[in-house]
T-cell receptor, first 115, second 114 residues
Framework: DQQVKQNSPSLSVQEGRISILNCDYT??????FLWYKKYPAEGPTFLIS?????DKNEDGRFTVFLNKSAKHLSLHIVPSQPGDSAVYFC??????????????FGTGTLLAVQP | EAGVAQSPRYKIIEKRQSVAFWCNPI?????LYWYQQILGQGPKLLIQ????????DSQLPKDRFSAERLKGVDSTLKIQPAKLEDSAVYLC????????????FGSGTQLSVL
């Protein structure tokens, strides 16, 4: 039962263009969504997040969009740079009154930005 | 600020042997997590500690996996005996509190079971 799905295993984009990474989820109780970025031989690092009460959050070149009715979120990177080449994980959590949260991760999308 | 430290970086063992991983979280982070990432999959939570107490271990295979966080700081994860399907990267992460979704991950321990 995969609650968070990233259906594109890989994506290749030209430098300077927009990268769009997609993520779908099935659990309507998720209330917080995050994107993590992972370079080879390193642990994932937090990139950007969005609460379920919002539909957009922007941080520099990175913007996350949330469509709750479609249970879909996307990460936009504009403009894409070669250093953005990494695996991007979508994650979702359901907060249990602040006592705990369990992050459910997708399988990741490998982004390759071509110079 | 020092990040999450993990050791060893790599470990190769034969099936039925035992192995242990160590993690030192970011100073001041009350919550510590162990994740298992099998090749081609996303990280899966094995166990979550709040200080030195277990918050969630519902996905920990307790017949072979054990973890402890004595004194609420460092943590060890042990597998005994190991199976072929335990080959994965074991990631330790920490966060300020249990309700904080922003996790800081270590570089992981890559385990190969032959």
């Amino acid at each position: 039962d995969q609650q968070v799905k990233q259906n594109s295993p890989s994506l290749s984009v030209q430098e300077g263009r927009i990268s769009i990474l997609n993520c779908d989820y099935t659990n309507s109780m998720f209330d917080y969504f995050l994107w993590y970025k992972k370079y080879p031989a390193e642990g994932p690092t937090f990139l950007i997040s969005i609460s379920s009460i919002k539909d957009k959050n922007e941080d520099g070149r990175f913007t996350v969009f949330l469509n709750k009715s479609a249970k879909h979120l996307s990460l936009h990177i504009v403009p894409s740079q070669p250093g953005d080449s990494a695996v991007y994980f979508c994650a979702a959590s359901q907060n249990y009154g602040g006592a705990t949260n369990k992050l459910i991760f997708g399988t990741g999308t490998l982004l390759a930005v071509q110079p | 600020e020092a990040g999450v430290a993990q050791s060893p970086r790599y470990k190769i063992i034969e099936k039925r042997q035992s192995v242990a991983f160590w993690c030192n979280p970011i100073s001041g982070h009350a919550t510590l997590y162990w994740y298992q990432q099998i090749l081609g999959q996303g990280p899966k939570l094995l166990i979550q500690f709040q200080n030195n107490g277990v918050v969630d271990d519902s996905q920990l295979p307790k017949d072979r996996f054990s973890a402890e966080r004595l004194k609420g700081v460092d943590s060890t994860l042990k597998i005994q005996p190991a199976k072929l399907e335990d080959s994965a990267v074991y990631l330790c992460a920490s966060s300020l509190s249990a309700g904080d979704e922003k996790l800081f991950f270590g570089s992981g321990t890559q385990l190969s079971v032959l």
